[in-house]
């Protein structure tokens, strides 16, 4: 629904916070494909739409990634690469101000 407001209604931090929480939802119930389509909205979001908050909570999930369960798997493997290369670029310390 959130998606569905006008564009100048949504923040889209709120947007890929919201695609990190459902990441880490699909992560508890072991379903990494919904991990991948969730994570690659937020890792294909434009890098000035990373803040700092959003880099901490990709550097998070990707920890949690890196738990024996997940060892071996090429799937895992290949996201914590992408998490990797998207947190190596300078993140946004504050969201920049929407036009009034």
Do not use: W
């Amino acid at each position: 629904m959130y998606e569905s407001a006008p564009q100048q209604e949504q923040s889209s931090g709120d947007l890929l916070a919201a695609c990190l929480d459902l990441a880490n939802a699909h992560l508890a119930h072991g379903d990494l494909d919904g991990v991948q389509e969730k994570l690659s909205v937020v890792l294909d979001a434009a890098p000035d739409r990373r803040t700092a908050s959003i880099s901490t909570r990709l550097r998070a999930l990707s920890t949690r990634l890196a738990e024996p369960a997940y060892a071996g798997s090429p799937l895992v493997l290949s996201l914590r690469e992408n998490v990797r290369e998207a947190c190596s670029r300078p993140a946004l310390t504050n969201p920049p101000e929407l036009p009034q």
